[in-house]
Every structure is written in C-alpha cells, then in structure tokens.
C-alpha cells in the first residue's frame, strides 16, 4: 500500500484506512511511546493509510498530537491531527495552523471538540471562539494566501496546503438533531471541508442514509466511516451517554454483554464485527473507514482489514447483522425490506415535530418584521436614529434599554454582535455552552444538550422546532455565520446591526458606516 492518504479524493480506486491512536497525558509516559510503537507497526505493514492523533479527546487533558505527529512523520506514515476549538481561541489556532504547515502536517480533522472535564484545580473554562465550520472556513482563507491588514496596508501571505476534514453524525434519534446535523454538514462542506468522517455508531441504514442524503444534495466529497472496535465496557459507557455523540442500542449492549462470557472474553466476536462492519462501508460507497479502539493492537488492526476485505465481495449478507435502530429513531428515507436498508423515497417531514409556538417567539417575530428588516417598515428610521445616537450619551441609554430587554427575554450575553435573529431568537451565547453559531456539536442525545443532559433542550433543538411551526427549519442551513466580533463586546448590538457594523452586514448588503463619528 503505497498511496497516500489524500489519495482517497485522488483516486476512486483506493479504499483509505486510517487509525485513530491517543498519545494522552503527558511527555515520556507509555501512552506516549505506545502510540509511537504502533504507529513504527502501521508504517511497516502496509495497511494503514494515515494514523489520526487525537486533541485532548473527551475533554481530557492530553499531550499536543503535533509533537507526536511530527515524531510518526519521520517513520514514513501520515497522519491526521485531530485540531478542536475549546481550548483556544482564533490567535492561538491561527498560530497552530502556522506550526502545522511549517512541519509539514497538513492532513487536518475539524473538530468542535468535547466539554472540558476536571483538571488541575478543577473544570478549566472552555472556550469556544471558534465553531468548526468557522475554523474550516480559515483554514480555506490560509490555502488561498489570506490577506490580512497591517500599519502599512494589506498584505498576502504565502498559500498554506492544508488537506482538511470534518465529522458528521448520521445517528442522531430525532429528526431536529438528525437535520441539523445535515444542515451544518452544507456548512462545513461550503467552508472547504475535503472530507467527512462519521461519528461512533452501528446502524447500517443510518450509514447509507448518508450516503444517499449527500447523493441528494450532489456534494462530491469522500466519506469516511467510523468504525469503533467495541469492547463490553466502552459499549456501556456509550450506551449511558458516556461519550458524547457515540451510538450503541441496548439491542447491541446485550448481545456484547452475552459474547464476553466466551473464552476468549467477545474479542473474536468484536473483530468480526468490525471486519463485516469493514465489508458493509466499502460495499455501501464509503471511500474508506475510520478506526478506533482501545487498547487494539496492530495485529488486530491487520486482520479487520484483510478479513473485511475478503468479506467486501458479499457485503450484502451482513447488512442485516448491523440493525440497530434507536426507539422511535428518525430516518430521512423510508426501510427497503428486502435489502434491510433504505429506499429512495423521502421521508414526509411535514406533520413532525411541530411544536406550539411560543410567545415569545411570536411577538420576536412581529417585532423582527417591524424593526429588522432591512428598507421595510421601520428599519431606514432606526438606522438614521442609531446613526444620531451612535457616540452620545443616548447611545449608553439606549444600549441599557436593549440590554434588559434581550436579557430577560433572551439571557442575551451583551455580545455586540447578535445573532439571534439567525437562530429563531435564541442566543447561542446564553443559551449554548460551547457557542455554536452555525449549528449544533455532535454531542446531543434525545434532543438534550451535551452538558446538560436530561436537563436542558439543545439550543439548536428548540430552534429548529420554533421555525418547523412555520416551515422555515431549511433556513437554518443557508447563512454562514461568521465569529462573534470580540471588540462590539458590551456594545449595542442594535446600533451595531442599523450600521453594518456586526456579522450580519455582508449577507443583508448593509454597508457598514465610518466607525469615528463626524
């Protein structure tokens, strides 16, 4: 196996393997040289196409992949650095960026990145600036030579050649999450994402729903499926919500719970479920998979893609082992019952999840109609008013009033750069802890947020829920959002919106005003 792992785009021919390996805490511990050992195994056999470093997975504490890819990079494999947004803001991943394409590691996976968990003193406070589409979307701007600003004028720099991806869950139970996801996929694939590896899951329909769903859209990009290779233990923690994202049924659960009674404790059994689970994705379209595991040596890795190469001439026989649907699980298109898969008929969405409009949804949209919208009704008499206030004491009153209102109303943050109207009036600031802009992570479960599980609603949830009562959910898909500006912190972001100052400018043709009031 002599191709690289970009050749999964380049050519139609190879079906990639990559392998996921955690470096984790610290510099010189074993976890460390483990994952060097294996990867020194990975390169000499031939079989693994890249090996993927993960960025402080579970929001654990962990060694930079970079070190350690830097390190893999000189045994002749490539790899894959796994680059997340909770733990530094865009300075410091436009800086790791930079580091990156200096060493060469250009193979990138866009993450959001799990809610940080204890560490030294306890929790450490996320961050967040980025979403993953809005680093995707960096990224893009460094490969074409970003233009950026300085004392003497713009400059260019030199074009980056960065071979980024972007993780998608087709596993989600109800149709809010399992549409957002899609939804924020357009996203990430307009951003640039080159390829698309799915999240922890064992439903073989939800794996060709997305390969029909993308077929639908005609997007041409390569996707990846992640195969777990489940042991009892790491099947209870995702089957408790463990690990946020990853799939498994109590269906799935059980038979697990019944193999490991065998002698040899369910590791032959979970080998030959990853092989036919190997077998399926090929045979469904995939263009490669994704593997992962703990505690999975080389040997196993081997023997997973030797068997479920041999069993990829009859795939079909084993789509049936792979029937694991969720209670009352949500599927775009309707079951095929010869094949156990999907047909090609999409499923009728329009009765479901319609919720009651609430109040304060209704009077947001009369008073958006009323005020928002730009050269209708009252929008060029705000702007002129805005535009007479900006600098004056009016402007601190002014900005007092919409703070209190947007506050109760809203749990609005004061960020200076609303996006609430792009979110049928809820704030991904207040009401989303890792700030999602664009679209929701992967870690809701049941339409309940990631930290807040059992808890409270997923922000992205309830919005697309408010806008199904009207039928304008789709909407939720069209409009890139660009990142929170920083500096309108703590500002009004309605005079900010009347004068083109805020994110929202560019898309409404609001052209921003002078900043230094005559």
């Given amino acids: 196996m002599e191709q690289s792992f970009r050749s999964l785009k380049q050519d139609k021919n190879v079906f990639t393997v990559t392998w996921e390996l955690v470096p984790g805490r610290g510099s010189w511990e074993e976890s460390q ?3 060097i050992r294996l990867a020194e195994q990975a390169a000499k056999g031939k079989k693994v196409h890249a090996v993927s470093l993960t960025d402080n997975p579970g929001g654990n504490v962990a060694i930079s992949p970079e070190v350690i890819g830097k390190e893999i990079q000189k045994l002749g494999l490539e790899t894959i650095i796994h680059l997340t947004c909770k733990d530094k803001n865009r300075s410091q991943l436009e800086s790791q960026l930079y580091a990156l394409e200096r060493c060469g590691l250009n193979n990138i996976l866009v993450l959001t990145g799990d809610y940080n968990h204890g560490g030294i003193g306890g929790r450490p406070k996320p961050v967040f600036d980025l979403d993953s589409t809005q680093l995707l979307d960096l990224i893009q701007k460094l490969n074409e030579g970003m233009e950026y600003q300085t004392m003497k ?29 899609y939804y924020k996929l357009k996203k990430k694939i307009e951003r640039g994402a080159q390829f698309i590896i799915t999240q922890v899951g064992y439903d073989a329909r939800k794996f060709e729903e997305l390969i029909l769903y993308v077929k639908k859209m005609g997007w041409q990009i390569p ?18 919500n463990k690990v946020p994202g990853c799939v498994v049924t109590a269906k799935l659960l059980k038979e697990l719970d019944e193999e490991r009674n065998s002698p040899d404790k369910g590791k032959e059994a979970m080998l030959k479920r990853a092989a036919k689970q190997y077998a399926v994705l090929k045979g469904l379209g995939y263009k490669g998979v994704h593997l992962g595991g703990m505690n999975i040596t080389y040997e196993q890795i081997e023997y997973i ?25 949500f599927y775009l298109f309707g079951r095929d019952p010869k094949t156990g898969l999907n047909d090609t008929t999409v499923s009728n969405r329009g009765n479901q999840s319609k919720s009651r409009p609430e109040l304060n949804y209704k009077l947001s949209r009369l008073l958006h109609a009323m005020f928002f919208v730009p050269n209708k ?19 601190k009153g002014f900005h007092k009033l919409e703070h209190f209102t947007k506050r109760v109303l809203y749990n609005c943050q004061d960020c200076g750069d609303c996006a609430l109207a792009d ?3 809820i704030c ?44 304008e959910e789709g909407c939720l898909a069209d409009h890139y959002i660009a990142p929170c500006n920083w500096e309108l912190k703590n500002t009004s972001s309605w005079v900010n919106y009347y004068l083109g100052f805020d994110h929202s400018a560019e898309r409404l043709g609001l052209k921003p005003e002078q900043k230094d009031k005559s």
């Avoid at 030199?158 to 999450?177: I, L, N, Q, R, Y």
């Avoid at 996707?223 to 408790?240: D, F, K, S, T, V």
């Avoid at 929701?440 to 409270?456: D, N």
Wanted: contains cysteine.
């Fill in 33 to 35: 040289e483990k994952a």
């Fill in 153 to 181: 004028g713009k400059s260019r720099l030199k074009p980056c050649h960065f071979f980024a991806g972007a993780a998608v869950s087709p596993f989600k139970a109800t149709e809010a999450e399992q549409m957002l996801q």
């Fill in 223 to 240: 996707l990846i499926g992640g195969i777990y290779i489940l042991n009892y233990g790491a099947a209870r923690a995702m089957n408790q």
């Fill in 305 to 329: 893609v030797s068997y479920g190469e041999e069993l990829s001439k009859n795939w079909q026989d084993y789509v049936r082992e792979f029937d694991y649907p969720q209670e009352n699980g």
């Fill in 377 to 395: 009704n009252l929008f060029t008499p705000m702007r002129a008013f805005s535009r007479r206030i900006r600098g004056s004491v009016l402007e």
């Fill in 423 to 425: 979110m049928a009036y």
């Fill in 428 to 471: 991904p600031m207040g009401e989303c802890p890792k700030n999602q802009r664009n679209g929701p992570c992967q870690g809701s479960y049941q339409g309940f947020c990631e930290v807040y599980p059992g808890q409270k609603k997923c922000a992205w949830v309830r919005a697309y829920n408010r806008l199904k009562r009207y039928s």
